[in-house]
């Protein structure tokens, strides 16, 4: 993880074109340190290295989509894909400059306004609210932020107790050992985020002009008073969707991007979940959501779909509009962007934090909206939450893990 001082460092050495007036920091994210200069620039530092990897990935996207999208989305104008050495004869002091981190300036997260006025609109990917979990491609989601005084979130109500500790899993002998894994596996984890984690790719990072615009969050759009306003976000979605949809993958893309199995994806998941999760779940919901993942499994037609590249968290948080002109202004937050399944990014829309299936059928004025494509999202919506508990468990995020199992305990 890089301090602000570090990540202006990196800035003035790698743009000294740029001149450093004032700054914000944010450093709550999961994937990448966030840092803005003179309120219109953005610049994202990735915390890991498969994190950089990504970005990457992410660059390449965002450079591909320039002008084939309507919508406004993030254009890298400053890119360093290579380690960058601050330069110490380059320090001084930015006036305005403060710390994000641990102060209460107003803040947007996946679930609506809270404080700090960036956080929602900078790809930080806070919280497991709403938070899509894209387990076979993306960043490797790092763990949850350590409180201040450096303890981890969940040591601060449980007394240093793990998760498990006061709700212990109840289940079979065979079943024993799964926990006594997953507990292991958990502190793992929680031991490799007190050594600091998987170290980043220094001086990487990608810098974009900000994007002016709110997140259209879900309340915003169930309380519009007119149908017809509804209908024009619903249209400028249908749009974006199918032109990012029907974007060809070639060039650089199509070397970057790497070869996609859905169902080897989704088998992969069901495993770890059984693996890891399933000694955590009621057994009733162990039954419902194997019951689940066999007929989707099972069910061919699921695969044999056109695969396209995809926004990957197509949600609330992401979609940015004009509260005076009531029109989208753009999208951000690429980071999960790549090839998949189309009826993914229905799915963010479809999900407890979107708009709802009911909103989505009104895309079909613009976008082909099948049974078997909402089929589909329908299914990975009902996975968001188990995302989240597998999530937990591989990276020591108590959080995450708690939010994803509530509903299966």
Known sequence: MLTASQCLDIVRAACPDLPLRSYSFNDRGQNNDVLIVNGEFV??????????????????????????????????????????????????????GRSLHGQGSPLRSKR?????????????????????????????????????????????????????????????????????????????????????????????????????????????LLAADDSQTIQVWADQMAAFLGELHSTPIEGRLAELLPPFDGQARWANFYGRLQNTVYPFMRRDARASVSQLFDAFLGQPSNFDHPYALVHGDFSPSNILFDPDGRRLTGVIDFGSSGLDDPALDLAALMSPYGYGEAFVRRLARGYPITEPVLDRARFYVSTFALQDALFGLEHGDAEAFNWGIEAYR
């Open 112 to 220: 609506g306004p809270l404080s700090l006025a960036t956080a929602g609109r900078l790809s930080t990917n806070q919280g497991p609210a709403g938070r899509i979990r894209l387990f076979g491609r993306g960043p490797d989601l790092t763990p949850g932020t350590r409180l201040p005084d450096g303890r981890m979130p969940w040591e601060q109500g449980l007394g240093g107790r793990m998760p498990w500790e006061s709700d212990p899993a109840v289940g079979t002998e065979g079943e024993a050992e799964r926990v006594r894994q997953a507990q292991e596996a958990l502190r793992r984890a929680r031991e490799g985020h007190k050594r600091g984690g998987t170290p980043g790719a220094r001086g990487v990072f990608v810098g974009y002009r900000w994007i002016p615009g709110e997140p259209l969050w879900r309340d915003r």
């Open 43 to 96: 610049f994202r530092f990735p915390r890991t290295a498969r994190a950089a990897r990504q970005l990457r990935v992410e660059a390449a996207i965002l450079n591909h989509l320039q002008a084939r999208v309507a919508l406004r989305v993030p254009n890298p104008v400053y890119l360093s894909l290579e380690e960058v050495s601050p330069s110490p004869s380059a320090r001084g002091s930015v006036p305005g």
